[in-house]
């Protein structure tokens, strides 16, 4: 590449050429990882476009790989760049917090005080009681967004520390009522129902 004619042979070969792939590496296996969660979320736009991101970066990386194959400073820089970039891409993912999860809790105590904070405060909660191997149970379900996990842990563990929950991802919902949840993804339209939530 013409970039690299202006630098020093050496310089080039065992610092710029090295660091370049990491960082291409990085950025590459990145985008890759938010593709395949967006993927698995049902982004049917952005996934490709990351796709397309993804692939173009990673000609280039290979690249230089192929032109410098006596070089091994680019091959750990390529295998570190890759590693770099799963860590990265999961980060960012975590970070951005998409989508939908399904909240499942199962508590033996009396659960009156954490169904009242949910449903007091706009988080639809269907309840069902059950059996389980100590006795009776309650167990709730809650559909909300990724983004809201970390809020209701704390509310969980507030109001019954030694309920067992379980969080699922959610590609796809139809019926119900999910309040301030809409997204392009599920292509839905709400409507202002009952309680004052949205209806799909």
């Known amino acids: 590449m013409d970039f690299f004619s202006q630098f020093d042979g050496t310089w080039l070969e065992y610092m710029i050429i090295p660091i370049f792939i990491f960082v291409a590496r990085v950025l590459d296996v990145s985008v890759g990882?938010?593709?395949?969660?967006?993927?698995?979320k049902g982004y049917r736009v952005l996934a490709p476009i990351l796709g397309f991101i993804e692939v173009f970066v990673w000609i280039i990386a290979i690249g230089q790989i192929m032109q410098n194959l006596n070089n091994f400073y680019n091959y750990i820089s390529y295998a570190t760049g890759f590693a770099a970039g799963t860590y990265l891409g999961m980060y960012l993912e975590n970070k951005i917090s998409l989508g939908l999860v399904l909240i499942r809790i199962i508590t033996q105590r009396d659960a009156d005080d954490l169904l009242n904070y949910l449903?007091?405060?706009?988080?639809v909660t269907t309840s069902v009681d059950a059996d389980g191997n100590l006795g009776p149970v309650k167990i709730f379900?809650?559909?909300?967004?990724?983004s809201e996990l970390k809020k209701l842990s704390a509310v969980i563990n507030k109001y019954n520390p030694r309920a067992f929950y379980t969080v699922e991802d959610i590609k796809y919902v139809k019926g119900g009522i999910i309040p301030n949840y809409g997204s392009s993804v599920l292509r839905k339209k709400y409507s202002r129902r009952a309680l004052g939530k949205k209806k799909i």
Do not use: G, H, Q, W
């Open 141 to 146: 379900f809650l559909v909300v967004k990724r």
């Open 33 to 40: 990882t938010l593709r395949i969660i967006m993927v698995s």
């Open 119 to 123: 449903r007091n405060n706009d988080y």
